[in-house]
């Protein structure tokens, strides 16, 4: 019998979370208990690694030498005419967009070396969630912090080189302050972050 994928199995665990939050776990007199903020920040985490995987690998890297004189990924893709957004624009995009709709996360990519500077963490919990998925590969980062005078959920993945495009793009940046990367190495972390308490 096959087992289920860790995939299935995290959809699985936030989808009773969802149900149990939406009937109060079959209580009609307690507190919807709601969904563990790591099962929660885990589950945003993957779409964001999904979507961004597949724009990496099924767009830009089809855009390299073949699809060059089409379309060509460029960080000044507006001042082109035929240029596409390069994975960490379009994943900027998307948070900008989200936070146009909710108030219930955020979410950023962020580097120890950034290339854009504006991409650097600016917490001392990014600083050292960042620092810690550098330094084990493989996991995540989990913590709490006071912004503002509101608690929030802190949780930080990391955002490894998946395409030789990625690799290729830092190294031969002329803003880049790390220029030997290789492909799955942690280039910087993707940073969620949702309120506990209302302002």
């Not at 060509?72 to 900027?92: I, T, V, Y």
């Not at 989200?98 to 917490?123: G, R």
């Not at 940046?173 to 309120?195: A, E, N, Q, W, Y």
Request: proline content about 8%; hydrophobic content about 35%; some cysteine.
């Amino acid at each position: 019998m096959k087992k289920p994928s860790p995939m299935k199995k995290l959809a699985t665990v936030a989808t009773l979370g969802l149900a149990a939050s939406l009937v109060g776990c079959g209580s009609e007199t307690s507190e919807p208990a709601g969904i563990d903020p790591q099962v929660y920040t885990d589950s945003l985490f993957a779409v964001m690694k999904a979507d961004r995987t597949n724009y990496t690998k099924l767009i830009i890297k089809r855009l390299g030498p073949a699809g060059a004189d089409v379309i060509k990924p460029n960080e000044h893709w507006e001042d082109l005419d035929s240029g596409a957004p390069l994975p960490a624009q379009m994943f900027r995009f998307g948070s900008e967009l989200v936070s146009d709709m909710t108030s219930e996360f955020t979410y950023s990519l962020q580097s120890i070396w950034p290339v854009n500077k504006q991409n650097a963490p600016k917490t001392p919990l990014e600083k050292e969630g960042l620092q810690y998925i550098v330094d084990n590969p493989g996991k995540n980062f989990y913590g709490t912090e006071s912004l503002g005078g509101v608690d929030y959920y802190t949780a930080v993945y990391p955002d490894v080189a998946v395409a030789g495009p990625c690799v290729d793009c830092h190294n031969n940046h002329k803003d880049t302050p790390k220029s030997d990367f290789k492909l799955g190495d942690v280039m910087g972390g993707v940073v969620i972050r949702v309120p506990l308490t209302k302002s």
